[in-house]
């Protein structure tokens, strides 16, 4: 009687008795250790198909390159622009980098404080305007303690996740803007007795995220519910970028810098510049004593002011960039075929206003808003006009109109 053929691996030539499984198919027999190779195989040519296609998708722009995007849209503020051009630089690297055994790379999260209309937000749009990675701005305000009514802290992963177009690995190498920061500081330098949900609450549940966590999202935003399909992220490598304006901080600034003291001699200290910033001398005491609790600034290691703006940054904000507001009504009224302009009276009476409103760069839009609203009300009804040219004496009857006070033609 013939011996019955044993079986063997189709793909090494083990037989059965060599080996622990040999999984038959349908004319073919495979054995655990040509599984193993297999998967070992794929997973390699996986991982170098991902680098590669993160590779072509992201252009490694240099600080300079990222400055000099920056300049087109924002005026001044060259500090900041450094911060934020080197930050974005080292991600772009850590997002490119292979995993080293030795050298492990850690991102910088960034805190960048400002007064009201100073360009903080404006930042962070262009940004998102250049880059090749995901990106989102996320508000503060709307953020509550778990299970209070609001948004959890996770919603924040949630808009990148949808810029990302529910790609989680694009998303774990993105970038998120928290604006408003300043909204959620605790009411006082103490740990709060009671429950402080919109405030210290938040700054408790940012903590993790903030410094790398998976994260257990909500595919569409909203509450998380125990029976919900779930998205876990990564959160290490996503670098966090925190704005706020921080209305009265100056104040805890110049008490920090007091030099007043009693004797012979003081220690020289930095005091207030002739440019009457203070913001430049921010510290993380300072950023505490106004309600951020100590573990979340040691989360945001860099931090970097934006500077006020003076009459000369408003004129340039004014007439320079390439959504500069002067820009803007030429080239709506254009759309009318009307030929717009201003004199220069006119550009430096608004900018002299502003200064004086001390409303920053919006300030410029509600004023020149009040001049042009009688032109755009009539141009579209009007065939015969033209051309308009906006006059320093029609800017004085229209500034009264609003009764903006402190208005000298110039």
Do not use: W
């Not at 924002?74 to 934020?84: D, P, R, W």
């Not at 510290?283 to 931090?303: C, K, N, Q, T, W």
């Not at 009007?382 to 009764?403: N, P, Y």
């Amino acid at each position: 009687m013939a011996k019955k053929k044993e079986d063997v691996c189709s793909f090494c030539g083990r037989s059965r008795s060599e080996v622990n499984y040999l999984i038959s198919g349908l004319d073919a027999l495979i054995c655990e250790n040509c599984i193993g190779q297999a998967f070992r195989i794929i997973n390699e040519d996986k991982e170098t198909g991902d680098q590669s296609a993160a590779e072509k998708a992201i252009q490694l722009l240099k600080p300079a390159e990222i400055s000099a995007y920056l300049d087109q849209y924002v005026i001044g503020q060259a500090e900041a622009k450094k911060v934020l051009s080197v930050a974005v630089y080292n991600h772009f690297k850590r997002v490119l980098a292979k995993k080293s055994n030795e050298v492990e790379l850690e991102k910088s999260n960034i805190l960048i404080v400002g007064e009201t209309g100073t360009g903080k937000t404006l930042l962070a749009k262009t940004l998102a305007r250049m880059l090749q990675v995901p990106f989102c701005i996320a508000d503060a305000t709307v953020l509550t303690e778990a299970g209070y009514v609001g948004e959890d802290v996770e919603s924040v992963l949630t808009r990148l996740l949808q810029s990302a177009n529910y790609d989680v690995a694009a998303a774990e190498r993105g970038i998120i803007y928290i604006d408003e920061m300043d909204k959620i500081s605790r009411k006082s330098d103490n740990p709060s007795i009671t429950r402080d949900v919109s405030g210290e609450g938040v700054q408790q549940a940012l903590l993790k995220i903030l410094e790398g966590t998976v994260s257990n999202v909500p595919p569409q935003g909203g509450r998380k519910h125990p029976d919900q399909k779930m998205i876990q992220i990564n959160t290490e490598n996503i670098l966090f970028i925190c704005g706020g304006a921080f209305d009265g901080i100056e104040k805890m600034i110049a008490r920090r810098l007091q030099t007043q003291a009693i004797g012979f001699k003081t220690s020289e200290l930095p005091t207030k510049g002739e440019d009457n910033n203070m913001l430049q001398f921010v510290s993380a005491a300072d950023l505490r004593s106004y309600g951020l609790i100590p573990e979340i600034i040691g989360r945001l290691p860099v931090i970097c002011h934006l500077d006020p703006l003076d009459k000369a940054t408003l004129k340039r904000i004014l007439v320079e960039p390439k959504n500069a507001l002067i820009k803007q009504y030429i080239h709506l009224m254009s759309l009318e075929n009307i030929e717009l302009s201003f004199e220069d009276e006119v550009i430096d009476a608004i900018v002299d206003t502003a200064f004086e409103l001390k409303l920053g760069a919006r300030g410029l839009r509600s004023i020149c808003e009040a001049l042009m609203m009688d032109y755009m009300y009539n141009a579209p009804s009007s065939s015969d006009l033209k051309v308009i040219t906006i006059t320093a004496e029609d800017a004085k009857k229209k500034m009264e109109l609003v009764r903006l006070k402190n208005f000298q033609a110039a």
